[in-house]
């Protein structure tokens, strides 16, 4: 039989090219590496240095191949991971020759010379690329038989990573993510030859590089738990993790990082019931394969010793006593029911909730207070905010603002928002886009952050509180970035400090409409996002409709099961509103989640109101400020104990499920449930499925979605003028503080940036302020102190970060914006 | 089958009387086992006491039964126990889930865990054939200190690991007994 | 459960218990339960070489109603179960187990459905016996320890209390230690961790210790 030959010719299309690797025909997009020609054939190329998301380097030679060009080969193997495919090439991978095989072997056995045999003992061992690869491509048998180079060991890169040099095999992917991703250069490779080694600033003379400031102090990279991930032998190594144990003991679980609004996808990993480390997931929608020092590393908070594990109530004494579910639900049922009936209650829910347990307490707040007064913004607030997230924010999607459009976007305008403590992920995709995109990164901010240096942004400084004249005078003032925000893929980035400065979200949308850039809301804590949606808001409802919406109530009173007209109409108080309302007794019971008063736009009036309300009913994982105050306590359950979803900043749904089992602890959604059933309710939030699936089926979406006509009418405030002898300040919390998410982590709290006072020159001259010295911010509520730092913040401005480590609202009472006093010297 | 075959079965019996007894009268008189035999687990010191377990858990993971249970802990400047960085805080072994197959011996990187004789371990308690470290880590012997103390014997780990003969007999530990695990480490 | 339970704690009642613990514990009489490896070395130590009968226990009883002595030597199936509690029932009183092997004991390495993780979920153990097999003399070693024990069981409740009232504890030294000969006493506890001459030891589990990390 005879077949009619098969046209081999297959086409090329446009960008591509066509080789031959291993003997088969290939077509690879143009600028495609060798290295990932091969992989997508099923042929793995052993490889260290090679990162997908790294530069590549061909620092450790592994990926050695034979390559033939024009029919003429190369007189030596090549390393695979840097070079890219052309057309007619002919290549050769370990599969199909032996060349490349025995340059392989080779070079394997050149890198095992220095490497200690001490896999048994390594946090690598059983997860080592150099263990595998040295099991898969390597020589049974070594032929040095002298002594290996040692170093004293470990040294340390910072508090949290450890580097053991004799393990390295100088792949640089560390000093390659630290340079090209994050950008705090601060390791390096030091000496030449066979002493060359990674080393730090403290191991090596270079301190003018860039790798620090100023004032020569080493920079604390957020990033910097990265390197430990993409080590492939072990090199580095987590302090809190190191020895601890190994990976073939531990059970690893997919969950969602719960720190900020960034929704990384992280693993964690535990054994004997507790999480022994945390590793960022591989998302590439979402964080890619990052994560931050504190996603990584804060999560001990969960196995506190002072961890709320029983229910506890106040007895006539006036202490917190152990008691029974029973009991404690009994007294916090009687006395909110007799709440309702009075005065009401309100709900402060806080920023750490799931949207199972935020929507619990929407319906906890709806149907058993029947109140609307309920908030998840633990933090300054205002009304103006509420109705831009009512017009631009609640129901949006990926599909509005992503990672993936920030990527794209040619200009990125961050308002009132510090990328790198906010929300690190976000200045990640940034600094990715500026980088290999050219995305052009605007800051409306104070100073020349780090963010935006690393995001190689412009700076459109303002005073703190001018934020909104600055977003108006961008169409005067800024010719270029107006332009820029005019093209199609721009965006807007509002974090949620711009709460703090009036008509600032007025301007933002004024700026929007005459642009058409899309605005997205970036707040920092990782639970408003999805509070916001459950309706845990004093004017909306799940979904986002507005609560005074008649028919958008009547729809959930039936999908809740509720007797029509018995949703409360009236739009409810928000935090502050709440707050004042329990000090002056109009409010009889407060119900509180995750709740820090420090963080609170008044943390002295917010005490206050907690010690002068009848009723406070505490849901913890720890003692806090509200459980001093609290009548009954009940003991929830952190995120690695239960299942939930995070929304994250761009409206992405970030499920999670449970990582350790039979604790016995109980999430929000549960415990509110079974306190409803107390008061002859029922929320059908038993577990976080069924309040997902509860949500999903009642969430009414608002009928008029669009901008809000009173937010163009609302002019942006103009600054007030600072008297005499005052400056005014700029203030936010950065990424590592004392948060009481952080807390037992004595080696993160190592990496945190110094709280210092930045101010120009010029201010401090005026102020009698030296440099180098300690100054003193003050009102006639407190002061603080601090060292300064000079910095080109605008004159008469200084900043201080809002936890350093005492609350500034807390000291002070006053929050970014307000007019402080500035003096030399400590007060 | 002959006639005289069952005179023959008491033939045997008979001569028997006549032969050496065979009976060891042990809880009398005892007859040690073979030298290599596995008997109960000690932990071991180096010549200044300090402990050479280093918390790595090698040994619990190389047990089939699941019979060791061991954490780690940091070596501190103030409270040292072993030479480096850790040490093992918590050392656990359950006798009755070990059987003494030396798996965990073998695992054993720095030769802290080794097996001695002694096997009369019966108890009527369960919790105490749970042996704690205290239970296994070996006498101090001439020379030693109890843990915790600072490395007496060098700068570094390493010290401890490549002269450790050199440094017990510098120590005085009396010739014969071994801070090694056996006479065999001396062949090794 | 008779008579000694409504009796007085006196002198002659103690002297009637010392008595009787004398005659119960050198005619202990093993009931048969060899169930696996273990079983081979039960054997041997009832033949020639150890020669269990120098303690009155030569005979292995077939009949459970004429033994007093369990001796549980191997892994106890889920289906061996029901049958060995049976066999115990049928003990007559007094009766004692001894678990033999870390496989009766706590399952060893048989972590699984299959295997009793321990013999004392089905009957109560008086003796634990580590050991994979434990080797004849530590067999021996257990039987004496068990020895020691009957020797000293109060006779009724009332015996009992006096006795924990005195504070009394039972010390388990090693056999060969308890039972050595004043010459040859100095040559064994050179032999003997220092820390288990006494037979009593400071193990517990320390618990605390666990939940503090």
């Not at chain 3, 191997?74 to 289906?79: A, D, I």
């Amino acid at each position: 039989m005879t077949i009619a030959p098969e046209n081999t010719e297959t086409e090329v299309p446009e960008g591509h090219v066509k080789l031959v690797v291993d003997g088969e025909e290939v077509i690879a997009p143009e600028g495609e590496l060798l290295i990932r020609t091969a992989e997508r054939l099923g042929t793995v190329i052993p490889r260290f240095c090679d990162h997908p998301l790294l530069d590549p380097a061909g620092a450790c030679r592994q990926c050695l191949v034979e390559v033939e060009m024009n029919g003429r080969p190369m007189p030596k193997p090549q390393a695979s991971c840097t070079m890219t495919v052309a057309d007619g090439m002919v290549v050769k991978t370990q599969k199909s020759s032996r060349v490349a095989e025995k340059a392989q072997e080779g070079v394997m056995e050149l890198l095992l010379i220095n490497h200690p045999l001490d896999c048994p003992i390594c946090d690598k061992g059983g997860e080592c690329p150099l263990q595998n690869q040295a099991m898969a491509h390597g020589r049974s048998t070594s032929r040095f038989v002298d002594t290996k180079r040692t170093f004293p060991k470990p040294i340390s890169i910072s508090t949290q990573v450890l580097l053991d040099r004799e393990r390295c095999v100088l792949c640089q992917r560390c000093t390659r993510f630290s340079d090209q991703i994050a950008g705090d250069p601060f390791i390096d490779l030091l000496e030449r030859g066979v002493h060359q080694q990674i080393g730090t600033a403290e191991t090596a003379d270079i301190h003018n590089s860039a790798s620090h400031t100023s004032s020569g102090t080493p920079f604390q990279s957020y990033f910097s738990g990265n390197t430990i991930q993409i080590c492939p032998v072990g090199a580095l190594t987590s302090a809190a993790y190191r020895f601890r144990s190994r990976p073939f003991d531990l059970v690893s679980s997919p969950s969602v990082c719960e720190h900020c609004s960034s929704g990384c996808a992280l693993r964690t990993d535990f054994r004997r019931g507790k999480v022994m480390r945390r590793l960022a997931g591989d998302d590439p929608d979402v964080n890619e394969e990052w994560s931050c020092d504190k996603g990584r590393f804060a999560f001990r908070y969960a196995a506190a010793k002072d961890r709320i594990r029983k229910p506890m109530v106040r007895d006539e004494s006036g202490e917190l006593v152990e008691a029974s579910w029973t009991e404690a639900l009994r007294r916090a049922a009687d006395a909110l029911v007799a709440a309702r009936e009075s005065n009401g209650a309100g709900v402060l829910t806080g920023g750490r909730l799931t949207v199972e347990d935020a929507y619990a307490y929407t319906k906890f707040a709806r149907i058993t207070l029947r109140s609307n007064d309920i908030d998840f913004r633990a933090r300054p607030h205002s009304a103006e905010e509420l109705d831009f997230l009512a017009s631009s924010v609640v129901g949006t999607t990926p599909e509005h603002v992503s990672y993936a459009s920030l990527e794209k976007a040619s200009a990125v305008l961050c308002v009132a928002f510090e990328p790198e403590d906010e929300s690190p992920i976000v200045f990640l995709r940034l600094r990715k886009a500026a980088r290999d995109k050219g995305t052009k990164v605007f800051h409306i901010g104070q100073w020349t952050t780090s963010s935006v240096r690393k995001t190689f942004g412009e700076l459109l400084a303002c005073e703190p509180g001018g934020e909104a004249a600055a977003v108006d005078g961008i169409a005067e003032h800024a010719k270029d970035l107006d332009a820029a925000l005019s093209s199609d893929d721009a965006v807007v980035l509002v974090g949620d400090r711009a709460a703090e400065v009036p008509g600032l979200f007025g301007a933002v949308t004024r700026l929007a409409e005459r642009t058409g850039t899309r605005v997205a809301w970036v707040p920092r804590r990782a639970g408003e996002r999805g509070a916001l949606e459950a309706g845990a808001v004093p004017t909306l409802l799940p979904g986002g409709a507005p609560v005074s919406d008649a028919s958008a109530r009547a729809t959930l009173e039936t999908s809740w099961g509720l007797d029509s007209g018995t949703m409360p109409a009236e739009p409810g108080r928000d935090t502050a509103a709440m707050l004042a309302a329990a000090a002056s007794g109009e409010l009889d019971a407060l119900v509180v989640g995750g709740v820090d008063p420090d963080d609170l736009p008044d943390p002295a009036a917010a005490r206050e109101a907690l010690a002068n309300v009848g009723f406070v009913l505490s849901l913890e994982m720890r003692p806090s400020a509200v459980t001093e105050h609290a009548d009954v306590v009940l003991p929830i359950a952190p995120v690695d104990e239960k299942t939930g979803t995070f929304l994250d900043w761009e409206g992405r749904v970030r499920p999670f499920s449970i990582t350790l089992e039979g604790t016995g602890a109980l999430p929000d959604c549960r415990v509110l449930d079974t306190l409803a059933v107390e008061m002859d309710a029922d929320l059908f939030t038993q577990t976080a499925q069924a309040a997902w699936s509860d949500f999903s089926r009642s969430r009414v979406v608002s009928a008029h979605q669009g901008s809000n006509p009173d937010q163009h009418s609302r002019p942006a405030a103009s600054t007030p003028d600072t008297p005499d002898g005052t400056v005014r300040l700029a203030t936010w919390r950065q990424l590592i503080d004392n948060g009481s998410l952080q807390v037992e982590e004595p080696h993160l709290a190592g990496t945190a940036r110094d709280a210092v006072l930045r101010m120009s020159a010029a201010t401090a001259e005026r102020h009698g302020v030296t440099r180098g010295e300690r100054a003193t911010i003050s009102t006639e509520r407190g002061a603080l102190t601090l060292p300064v730092e000079f910095t080109d913040l605008p004159d008469d401005v200084v900043w201080a970060p809002a936890r350093s480590p005492e609350s500034i609202r807390s000291v002070l009472g006053a929050g970014h914006g307000a007019s402080v006093a500035l003096s030399g010297g400590a007060r | 089958m002959g006639m005289f075959d069952p005179l023959k079965g008491f033939g045997v019996t008979f001569a028997t009387m006549f032969k050496k007894v065979v009976t060891e009268q042990y809880p009398e008189d005892f007859y040690p086992s073979a030298p290599r035999w596995h008997g109960r687990h000690q932990l071991n010191r180096h010549p200044d006491g300090l402990e050479k377990c280093v918390g790595c858990e090698l040994c619990a993971w190389a047990c089939p039964a699941d019979a060791i249970f061991v954490e780690g802990a940091d070596n501190t400047e103030e409270e040292r126990y072993s030479p480096g960085e850790r040490y093992g805080f918590d050392y656990q072994i359950n006798y009755l889930r070990c059987i003494g197959c030396g798996l965990c011996i073998e695992a054993c990187p720095t030769r802290s865990l080794t097996m001695v004789n002694f096997y009369e371990l019966a108890d009527d308690d369960r919790r105490k054939l749970i042996y704690t470290k205290e239970d296994l880590m070996a006498p101090l012997l001439p020379g030693m200190e109890e843990p915790p103390h600072p490395m007496r014997l060098g700068e570094n780990e390493q010290d401890y690991y490549v002269q450790g003969p050199e440094l017990a007999r510098g120590r005085g530990v009396p010739e014969g007994e071994t801070v090694e695990t056996s006479k065999e480490e001396a062949i090794q | 459960m008779g008579l000694e339970e409504k009796l007085p704690s006196g002198v002659l009642l103690a002297s009637v218990e010392k008595l009787a613990n004398w005659s119960r514990q050198s005619s202990l009489w093993p009931a048969t339960f060899g169930l696996a490896c273990c079983a081979i070395e039960m054997m041997t130590s009832g033949g020639p070489r150890y020669d269990l009968s120098r303690f009155g226990m030569e005979v292995f009883r077939a009949s459970p109603r004429q033994a007093d002595l369990m001796i549980v030597a191997g892994r106890v199936s889920q289906k061996m179960a029901p049958v060995l509690r049976q066999i115990y029932d049928q003990m007559s009183e007094p009766k004692w187990v001894l678990s033999m092997g870390v496989c009766a004991s706590s399952g060893g390495m048989f972590n699984n459905y299959a295997i009793v993780q321990g013999v004392d979920h089905i009957v109560p153990v008086d003796m634990y016996l580590p050991g994979c097999p434990p080797r004849p003399e530590m067999l021996i070693d257990a039987i004496m320890k068990l020895h020691e024990k009957i020797k000293h069981e109060p006779m009724g409740p009332n015996r009992a209390k006096l006795k924990a009232e005195k504070g009394e504890e039972l010390a388990l030294p090693p056999s060969s230690v308890a039972h050595a000969s004043a010459k040859t006493r100095d040559e064994r506890l050179r032999t003997v961790p220092p820390n288990e001459v006494e037979g009593k030891r400071s193990s517990t589990i320390p618990l605390q210790l666990l939940e503090e990390r």
